[in-house]
């Protein structure tokens, strides 16, 4: 499955996906048929006003509304109107190729795009956060079930260590106490 | 013309061979004693006495007889009854006459040389019955009567009672539509003159017109109501259905239109018929129905709605009115929309989410801490999926749908 990947301007990654409804609209046209006179211009000052460059306000208006466009071409208009304001990068992907979703909010490109990476400073503290998450739901369940062990306890020095010291993500997403269950 | 006796001009003779002189022959009505006139002309203006008297040789003179049944009594000169014929039926030709021959009788029949036209007298020999046209089988009605609709003497042909129904000559537009005398109901309008009314016809006729140009109608809510109570102007193809207005057996020229489809197949005038975007925005109005393609401008319908999960990755499972979804990351995500709203916050959402992963209970879906103008732009929506902790998270189900102005 495709869609378009791009750096946000805070630096983080985002990774757009279109409907397949919305092509088969850019190919055909007609959605707006039934509005009132001027509708389209309208709705080309609505996504001005949401920040969207005119071009690819109209761009996109005039896809909709008449049709005519190639799969590429709406890959292409929907590239400009959803993605381009929010960052740079853009690169038409397979979701195939983007790392487990374990560490998302750590994703990250190079200054010239190209594969999602994971920066490992940010994912550090991401796997301390899912432990923390995961002994609370485990603790939590055994507290109420009848024949649950005791509460977990985490070893925060050794964890901590542990995480500050590892080498990359596999290697940081391979720490977690052997008693509790993966989230 | 009147029947001549058979017996006119003979010899009347005896078992010998020798002549009745001056017999005499008496007419009565069949089975009664009462005279019965005969003729001596065939035109019927010259009655014989009764008896009629034959002359000296015993040749009786000419006997036209009227049509119907006679007692016929033949005497001697010396009034001695040779003969008594009863009932004696005289020949039923057609008299023929320029005006109703006199006297008449029951069932009396002849043809009129001034208009052409058969005649009976009726049973109670008080009036001629008009049988039509000699030539034609009964008295038809025309075009005009049957179009009328008020006389009770004459039937209608195939012919005739097809200007009920079929298409008749094509009609030149003018400010008064003039109906064709030779009748129909279908009528092609040529030309682009502005209508405003239609000539008199009976009330209660319906007519179809098919508009070959772009010409004005114009409405009058007396004498030419069109639908909606406002004024049309046609395109080719356009066609219309009108209805006359006048009372039972009355004329009239007023007409209401109570069909009017264009040539592309729409009803007219929408905006009286179906719901505008306006009236379905308003929601108030009670006489005017919805359509499919704009009850979605109701505020209580959804303007955009979409099914997704970002478990292992971002998939739309179903969706409306949304162009695409952007994962900003974990429990982040935009909708944008293929139609935006009308304003940037213009509109709500609601949505909820299942619980996976650490959460236990189903996330909250709600709008992205941040700027109004990002959260909630008129052509997108940034949108959170909070577990009970407030923590962000993905989930294999989550669902949101907006209401709003577009």
Redesign the interface.
């Known amino acids: 499955m495709k869609a378009i990947l791009y750096t946000r301007h805070d630096g983080g990654v985002s990774v757009c996906h279109p409907t397949r409804d919305v092509f088969n609209i850019m190919q055909h046209g007609g959605y707006w048929n039934d509005r009132p006179h001027g509708f389209v211009s309208a709705q080309i000052e609505r996504q001005i006003s949401s920040g969207i460059a005119p071009d690819h306000a109209r761009r996109f208006a005039h896809a909709v509304a008449f049709g005519g466009c190639s799969e590429a071409e709406a890959w292409e208009i929907i590239r400009d109107r959803d993605c381009a304001r929010h960052g740079t990068q853009h690169e038409l992907i397979d979701t195939g190729e983007l790392p487990p979703r374990w560490f998302r909010d750590a994703w990250s490109r190079s200054a010239n795009g190209g594969p999602v990476n994971i920066n490992l400073e940010k994912a550090k503290p991401i796997q301390w956060s899912r432990l923390v998450q995961a002994v609370s739901q485990e603790n939590k369940r055994r507290e109420f079930d009848l024949f649950g062990g005791p509460p977990i306890k985490l070893p925060k020095l050794t964890i901590q260590s542990a995480i500050r010291n590892a080498r990359d993500a596999e290697e940081l997403e391979r720490i977690w106490l052997p008693e509790l269950p993966r989230l | 013309m009147a029947n001549l006796w058979e017996g006119s001009g003979q010899v009347l003779v005896d078992g010998t061979g020798t002549p009745y002189a001056s017999w005499k022959l008496y007419t009565f009505e069949t089975g009664t004693t009462s005279n019965k006139a005969t003729y001596s002309d065939a035109g019927l203006s010259s009655a014989n006495s009764n008896p009629v008297v034959a002359d000296s040789n015993g040749r009786m003179g000419d006997v036209y007889f009227l049509a119907g049944r006679y007692k016929l009594v033949f005497k001697t000169s010396a009034d001695v009854t040779i003969k008594t014929i009863d009932p004696y039926d005289s020949n039923v030709e057609m008299v023929t006459a320029s005006a109703a021959p006199s006297p008449a009788y029951p069932f009396l029949e002849y043809y009129n040389t001034t208009d052409g036209k058969r005649y009976r007298r009726n049973a109670a020999n008080s009036a001629w019955i008009d049988l039509g046209l000699v030539d034609s089988l009964g008295n038809a009605a025309t075009v005009a009567q049957i179009l009328a609709g008020t006389d009770t003497s004459s039937f209608g042909t195939s012919d005739s009672i097809a200007a009920l129904w079929q298409r008749g000559t094509d009609i030149a537009s003018a400010t008064t539509l003039s109906l064709p005398s030779g009748g129909g109901s279908v009528f092609n309008i040529t030309g682009t003159t502005t209508i405003t009314g239609i000539g008199s016809a009976v009330g209660g006729r319906t007519i179809k017109l098919k508009f070959v140009g772009a010409l004005s109608l114009t409405h009058n809510s007396t004498s030419f109501i069109l639908p909606g109570g406002a004024s049309i102007t046609t395109v080719a193809g356009d066609c219309a259905e009108f209805i006359n207005e006048a009372a039972t057996d009355a004329t009239g020229s007023n007409w209401r239109c109570f069909n009017f489809e264009t040539g592309d197949g729409r009803i007219l005038p929408s905006a009286a018929a179906s719901a505008?975007?306006a009236q379905q925005e308003t929601g108030t109005s009670t006489s005017v129905f919805v359509t499919p393609?704009?009850q979605q401008f109701h505020n209580s319908a959804a303007k955009s709605w979409l099914n997704w999960n970002?478990?292992?990755?971002?998939?739309?499972t179903t969706?409306?009115n949304?162009?695409?979804?952007?994962?900003?990351?974990?429990g982040i995500t935009?909708v944008?929309f293929?139609?935006?709203?009308?304003?940037?916050g213009g509109y709500v959402f609601h949505g909820g989410a299942k619980a996976d992963?650490?959460e236990?209970t189903g996330g909250i879906v709600n709008m992205r801490d941040g700027t109004p103008?990002t959260q909630m732009?008129?052509?997108?929506c940034e949108i959170t999926v909070r577990g009970g902790?407030s923590?962000l998270y993905?989930t294999d189900l989550a669902t949101v749908c907006f209401f709003g102005d577009q």
């Open positions: 505008t975007q393609g704009r970002t478990v292992t990755s971002t998939t739309i969706s409306y949304v162009s695409s979804l952007t994962d900003t990351g974990v935009t944008n293929t139609t935006s709203f009308s304003t940037a992963g650490a236990t103008a732009a008129a052509a997108s902790g923590t993905d």
